[in-house]
């Protein structure tokens, strides 16, 4: 099982960039789904979740700005960032619980490698 992220990049102020997050391998089912960021000399931080029925929950810091969506059939999650700051300059990294077989305790926590997105004008 993997993890793809993509879409990061250099935004001025108030822009928008999408990220996206695709997993492939062999997946029976993906839980919860995350976007996490780490800015220079911080903590990893949770940006956006959302559950495997929609339910989604952002950091505050965050909300009204970012919009954290998956595609069941087709394994991938996106998050929209309007209205960026330069604080939200971090590396951003999508994280997933999946059940890679067909037992109960098949699943396991994943993570995609890191995608830089600068927000600076």
């Known amino acids: 099982v993997q993890l793809q992220a993509s879409g990061g990049g250099l935004v001025q102020p108030g822009g928008s960039l999408r990220l996206s997050c695709a997993a492939s391998g062999s997946i029976f089912e993906i839980y919860t789904i995350g976007w996490y960021r780490q800015a220079p000399g911080k903590h990893r931080e949770l940006v956006a979740s959302?559950?495997?029925?929609?339910?989604?929950d952002y950091a505050d810091s965050v909300k009204g700005r970012f919009t954290i969506s998956r595609d069941n059939a087709k394994n991938t999650v996106s998050l929209q960032m309007n209205s960026l700051k330069p604080e939200d300059t971090a590396v951003y990294s999508c994280?997933?619980?999946?059940?890679?077989?067909?037992?109960?305790?098949?699943?396991?926590?994943?993570w995609g490698q890191g995608t830089l997105v600068t927000v600076s004008s």
């Open positions: 959302v559950t495997s029925g929609g339910n989604t």
């Open positions: 994280n997933a619980g999946i059940r890679y077989g067909t037992r109960y305790f098949d699943r396991r926590d994943y």
